[in-house]
């Protein structure tokens, strides 16, 4: 964990940006879905009252891809969402806070490389919370 | 004409009946003919005042009257009938000919033949109507105690009955029903046709000298107008007694030829003629609803073709085309304006109408209208208080519910329950939309990471020592 110091007028805001180790399920070449970090362990009573997303290619990574960030096509915030059942296929909803991006479009030239998906959550209290993990970007079929 | 006249009509016409013969010095009475009938329907061009007449039945031993409509006389109207020929010595009338009229149909029965010997007298024919030929009156044959002839039934009717070397007179012919002729004279006196049936009068019978039954009326038309039964022939006797003769029995109306006199026993008592019964004319037609053309008309019930103006609490029901109407009810295809509290079906294109109720499937403009009601395809302007359905296009609305596909804008407490597409709404005021609701995002499970929840945030606004609690 590494701390990033703000300054604003006099004031101290401490933002992290937190690293999960786990990385997205990969994403296919020309896929779109919903990625969602759950914040609902930090938020305590606090909401999400915005949400951003900011996606880019890994250091290091040689796949190509000119506008990563246009790879986030809409963000929101979500006290709600559900989530099949692995076991048996049924929905279930979650509640909580959440942060949904819908991700998508990577072009040919990212096959192969892995994006760094990072949500900002600002809540109602003023904190500012942030996640990230990765998502590789593959080619089509298994 | 009647104002509600109409090209869809028939027009029936039946002669007057001619007169029986009074005997004479050298005749009993022969019968006078009945009436000719005609007939024509859908007469068009008809209006303002039409001439006709109607024949009068003819005295003893004259013709009836002929009867025609619309012309100065029988030969230029549309349709007219022959009246029956009154009866001369030794002859009974000849009934009018159908040939003779003006889109004759049936003839009229000839009266019966009272000729040389017989004391008695011939009857009448009888009318031609509706359903036949009138039947022609019976005379005595050539010997001197016959009885006198029945009275021919109406059109469709049976011919009276000749007594043939019997002093009682003959029965009367049936009228068109089979039923109803006058029964003959065997002493008592002759009977009249029945009532409503068109039967011929009975006949008189020699020595007693009654005079012959008048003929009965037909019921064709209604339950007691129709064509008529000729009259019987009276009775007569020879000489040597004190007994009058028997005068002949009228021809019914309408049309019905009378029966000829008997001959006396002595002097010139001589029995007379029966007149011809009159004849008719009989207009049926269908009221005219349509093509009418109304100015300035309040409590106006019109049911199609119409155009108006100016009318209040019209009811209209198809192919109107008014304007300035309050509280009208119109049927379909309707253009107006300045309509109160109308009811439309379809097809309406219509302008600053109040409370408007409409549910027909189309194409309807408005604009200016206040709490209107309606269904499709409706464009609006300046509306308060409308319900509407389906494809609706609004602008400065207030208090409106709408249900699909509605472009609206400028409304004002809007209540919409579907937008599956293209509804653009703006600057509505404590608007309720409760189509397309925001659904539960689903996320597959292996793309929702949890944070592990440990504390990150250090400060936030306003907090100086933040790990201490400050």
Redesign the interface.
């Known amino acids: ?1 590494r ?1 990033l110091a703000v300054f ?1 007028r006099s ?6 940006a ?1 690293r ?1 180790t ?1 990385p ?2 990969p994403i296919e070449i020309g896929e779109a ?10 938020v305590g009573a606090a909401t999400i009252v915005s949400t951003s997303w900011n996606c880019a290619l890994g250091p290091y990574e040689t796949a190509i891809d000119p506008t990563p960030q246009s790879r986030v096509f809409s963000v ?1 915030p ?1 006290t ?7 076991m048996d296929g049924s ?1 279930q ?1 979650r509640t909580g806070a ?1 942060s ?1 991006g819908l991700i998508g479009g990577m072009p040919a030239s990212a096959a192969g490389g892995n994006y760094v998906l990072e949500a900002t959550a600002n809540l109602s ?5 942030k ?1 990230n ?1 990765t998502v590789q970007c593959k080619l089509p079929g298994p | 004409m009647p104002s509600d006249w109409s090209n869809t009509n028939t027009i029936e016409t039946i002669g007057g009946g001619g007169g029986g013969q009074t005997a004479n010095v050298n005749f009993s009475g022969s019968g006078g003919g009945g009436g000719g009938y005609s007939k024509t329907s859908n007469l068009a061009g008809l209006g303002g005042t039409v001439t006709l007449q109607v024949g009068s039945g003819g005295a003893a031993g004259s013709t009836g009257g002929d009867t025609w409509f619309n012309g100065a006389t029988l030969g230029g109207s549309s349709v007219g009938a022959k009246g029956g020929q009154g009866a001369v010595d030794g002859s009974g009338g000849a009934g009018g000919e159908a040939g003779s009229g003006v889109n004759g149909v049936y003839s009229g029965g000839a009266g019966g033949i009272s000729s040389g010997n017989p004391y008695t007298g011939g009857g009448g024919g009888g009318a031609a109507g509706p359903n036949g030929n009138g039947g022609a009156g019976g005379g005595p044959n050539n010997v001197t105690t016959d009885g006198a002839g029945g009275g021919g039934g109406n059109g469709g009717g049976s011919d009276g009955v000749s007594p043939n070397d019997t002093v009682f007179g003959g029965n009367g012919g049936d009228g068109n029903g089979g039923a109803g002729g006058g029964a003959a004279d065997t002493g008592t006196g002759a009977s009249e046709g029945t009532a409503g049936t068109g039967g011929g009068g009975g006949g008189g019978t020699y020595l007693a000298s009654y005079s012959g039954g008048n003929g009965a009326a037909g019921s064709e038309f209604d339950g007691s107008h129709g064509s008529g039964g000729g009259g019987g022939g009276g009775g007569g006797r020879d000489f040597g007694a004190s007994i009058a003769a028997g005068n002949g029995g009228a021809g019914a109306n309408y049309g019905g030829g009378g029966g000829g006199g008997g001959y006396p026993e002595s002097g010139t008592a001589w029995g007379m003629g029966g007149p011809g019964g009159n004849g008719a004319i009989v207009i049926t037609y269908t009221p005219a609803t349509s093509t009418t053309i109304v100015t300035v008309s309040l409590n106006a019930l019109e049911h199609q073709a119409v155009g108006r103006r100016d009318v209040v609490e019209a009811v209209e029901f198809g192919l109107s085309v008014p304007s300035d109407v309050a509280v009208p009810t119109e049927g379909r295809r309707e253009i107006r304006c300045d309509d109160g509290t109308p009811i439309e079906t379809s097809c309406a294109a219509l302008r600053n109408s109040l409370i408007a109720l409409q549910w027909a499937g189309s194409l309807a403009f408005y604009t200016d209208a206040l709490m209107p009601f309606e269904a499709a395809a409706v464009l609006h302007r300046e509306t308060l208080g409308l319900a509407e359905f389906a494809c609706v296009t609004l602008s400065n609305l207030q208090l409106r519910l709408e249900l699909l596909i509605v472009p609206s804008s400028e409304a004002l407490l809007p209540a919409e329950s579907l937008t599956n597409g293209a509804r653009i709404s703006a600057d509505a005021l404590l608007g309720l939309e409760w189509v397309g609701p925001r659904s539960l995002l689903i996320v597959a499970p292996q793309r929702l990471l949890r944070s592990p929840g440990r504390i990150r945030v250090l400060a936030g606004p306003g907090s100086v020592h933040p790990l201490r609690g400050d």
């Open positions: 964990m701390g604003i004031e101290v805001i401490e933002v992290f937190m999960i786990t997205f399920a879905d919903l990625f969602a970090f759950d914040f609902t362990p930090d929101s979500q709600a969402i559900q989530v099949r059942s692995p929905l909803t959440f949904v209290d003023g904190r500012v919370l996640l993990s």
